[in-house]
């Protein structure tokens, strides 16, 4: 098993650009999160969901969107970028019967 | 805002001596998680101690939970220069209904010098 992925390591976007940040598991998970994490900040949470089609938003979710169609993918996509969302996120997919979370790599993301 | 506070925010040790980080929490959860993460990696889960339960050990790891204080402590014993890492505790509460609401502290830096 590959676990939880994401595409890609790092992106450098200007101002105002979209892009989706990719994320894959293939444990059969039904939960997944997004996740940022900033210095000194720790992690918050983005977006959850339980399961394909039912999605929820969690600390921090302005600015971003996501959507479920299906248990192995859960992308996050950002509308118009702004330097304030430069930060390393994070995907996980949690265990079924326990909150235990399994994170993917992440993703280093730069606005300018 | 944050639910976990951990302290310290840095820690560091000689190999072979213990390592105790805490964190503290401000409402009632079901349970509680610490995680590692290596420089520039992901999370990795180490161990989960349960509301009701006091105490929990994992290899040379111990974690004990007072929910009347409301705090945690994560024990590594004779630590090794390759525990160097980020420990972050995490609070939960729900669990298969609510999935992924945890709720991350700032966590804390380890080094373990040789």
């Known amino acids: 098993n590959a676990g939880v992925t994401q595409t890609p390591k790092f992106q450098v976007l200007k101002t105002g650009q979209s892009m989706t940040l990719q994320c894959a598991q293939d444990?059969?998970?039904?939960?997944m999160s997004w996740y940022r994490q900033d210095p000194g900040m720790g992690l918050r949470l983005i977006h959850y969901?339980?399961?394909?089609?039912?999605?929820d938003q969690g600390e921090v979710p302005n600015g971003y969107n996501v959507s479920r169609s299906t248990t192995e993918d859960f992308p996050l996509r950002l509308l118009s970028a702004a330097p304030s969302q430069t930060s390393v996120y994070f995907c996980?997919?949690?265990?079924?019967?326990?909150?235990?979370?399994?994170f993917g790599p992440g993703t280093r993301l730069t606005v300018l | 805002s944050q639910q976990g506070e951990e302290d310290p925010q840095a820690l560091s040790i000689q190999e072979g001596e213990n390592a105790t980080m805490n964190c503290s929490y401000k409402?009632?959860?079901?349970?509680l998680q610490w995680y590692r993460q290596n420089s520039g990696r992901g999370l990795v889960h180490l161990i989960l101690?349960?509301?009701?339960?006091r105490e929990k050990h994992s290899g040379r790891l111990r974690v004990t939970l007072d929910t009347s204080k409301k705090s945690s402590s994560l024990l590594i014993t004779a630590s090794r220069a390759a525990d160097t890492a980020s420990y972050f505790c995490?609070?939960?509460?729900?669990?298969?209904?609510?999935?992924?609401?945890?709720?991350f502290g700032q966590g804390t830096e380890l080094s373990v010098k040789p």
């Open positions: 996980a997919s949690i265990k079924p019967g326990s909150n235990e979370q399994f």
């Open positions: 444990m059969n998970h039904e939960y």
């Open positions: 969901s339980v399961g394909a089609g039912i999605t």
């Open positions: 409402t009632s959860i079901n349970n």
């Open positions: 101690i349960r509301s009701n339960e």
């Open positions: 995490a609070t939960g509460w729900g669990w298969y209904t609510q999935g992924g609401k945890l709720i």
